[in-house]
Structures are given as C-alpha cells and as structure tokens.
C-alpha cells in the first residue's frame, strides 16, 4: 500500500491540476499504509480554487499555503516513521 501511495503522491505533485477528488486513492493508500499527512492535503487542495475568485489567475499565496503545509506534514510524520522500509524488506 505504501509504495502505490508514493507512487500517486509523485504523480499529483508533478501534474499541473489536482481536483480534490482526484485525492481519493491517495487518501486510500494513506490511510491504509498508517499514513496521515494525506488528511492535510485533503484540507489543503480547496485552496486551488481560490484561483476562481475575483480576477482569474493563479493565486500564489494559496498554493505557496497548500504545498507548504503538505510539505511540513510530510516531513513531520517521515521523522516519526521512514518511508517504504517495510515494502522493501519483505
């Protein structure tokens, strides 16, 4: 579960649109594979549509917001537990 999790986390964070739906599986995996910082993104994805909002256009501020608090979750809860140790030990 973890290493499909990784697997969708680097393909969302390389798209350019992530709809909060999209999140579903990741969220899945997350919760499946003892992962949390999912939770935060699922928070944090509703600030893309800020970009709807007044003028049109990408704001920012919202996704410096959005990925700076996946970011923070990421590393938070990667000190607490390392990343595909029990997937690549067998």
Request: charge should be positive; aromatic fraction near 22%; charged fraction near 10%.
């Amino acid at each position: 579960m973890e290493l499909a999790l990784v697997i969708f986390m680097v393909y969302y964070l390389l798209s350019t649109t992530v709809h909060p739906w999209y999140l579903l599986p990741v969220t899945f995996f997350a919760l499946c594979s003892g992962r949390v910082y999912i939770l935060v993104w699922s928070f944090a994805v509703w600030l893309s549509y800020t970009h709807y909002l007044g003028d049109l256009g990408p704001k920012w501020w919202a996704i410096l917001i959005e990925y700076g608090l996946l970011t923070a979750a990421i590393v938070f809860e990667s000190k607490k537990k390392k990343w595909l140790q029990p997937a690549f030990l067998g």
